[in-house]
């Protein structure tokens, strides 16, 4: 089950105070230098994140575990790595941990790197058919285990009428426990992101297929160029 953030009242928020909460943030990774705009908007759009969690912890109570995806180490490398993979997710770690919230990890090592490993083997581009069957059905198995390891750290860790946050890539199909009331975070800024994706792939695009263009004229040219001389 799952609420939309701006759905959540005050007396809709009286019955889930025995239940375990789960605020879902859609994780956002961005270049380590990306544009000025695009810039902005991320950096609005975690600010509203931590605005929607505190709000959410007023009316909740407050987060008592943190879990971000890509992360299986334990403790102070847990955070460490939290940082290097994100600076801005790291803050809505940061502050849970300062909270006196702790940082638990959710992805197994050896499912991450073999996820990670077939991924790229379907990035290469494969010719054959049968060897892209086999690749994407060990991608799809390994997919499906790491989420239900996920949901099971989860479910072992989060107790009952305790709140955590899940930081992690939205389309990610963990299915979370019956008993769990999942708060989907999704401030303004997000689809203000989203529509400088889908801008930004529409401009490359369109540029691919000017180039394209420009290559077929080129050709056409130098081919009647050469039937000319001929």
């Known amino acids: 089950m799952s609420e939309q953030l701006g759905e959540i009242g005050k007396p809709a928020a009286e019955g889930f105070k025995a239940e375990r909460k789960l605020f879902f943030v859609p994780l956002i990774l961005t270049p380590r230098e990306p544009q000025a705009d695009l810039q902005e908007i991320v950096s609005r759009y975690w ?5 929607h969690i505190r709000n959410l912890e007023m009316k909740l109570g407050e987060v008592k575990r943190v879990y971000h995806e890509l992360v299986s180490e334990d403790g ?6 939290v940082e290097e993979l994100s600076a801005e997710s790291y803050q809505v770690v940061k502050s849970g941990l300062d909270k006196g919230a702790e940082l638990q990890p959710i992805e197994d090592s ?17 010719q054959n058919q049968m060897v892209f069957n086999k690749v994407y059905e060990s991608f799809i198995d390994v997919q499906k285990r790491r989420n239900e390891h996920i949901a099971k750290k989860i479910d072992e ?4 009428g305790e709140t955590g946050v899940l930081l992690m890539r939205e389309g990610h199909q963990v299915q979370f426990p019956s008993d769990m009331q999942v708060f989907y975070i999704a401030p303004p800024a997000l689809d203000e992101i989203k529509r400088w994706i889908r801008a930004r792939e529409t ?5 691919r297929e000017t180039e394209s263009e420009a290559k077929a004229e080129t050709e056409t040219e130098k081919e009647t160029q050469a039937e000319t001389d001929s």
Do not use: N, S, Y
């Open 203 to 207: 401009e490359i695009q369109t540029e």
């Open 157 to 160: 860790t989060l107790k009952g």
């Open 47 to 51: 600010d509203q994140v931590q605005a």
């Open 76 to 81: 102070e490398e847990a955070a460490k790595a």
């Open 110 to 126: 050896e499912l991450l790197t073999e996820l990670m490993d077939w991924t790229k083997c379907l990035a290469v581009g494969l």
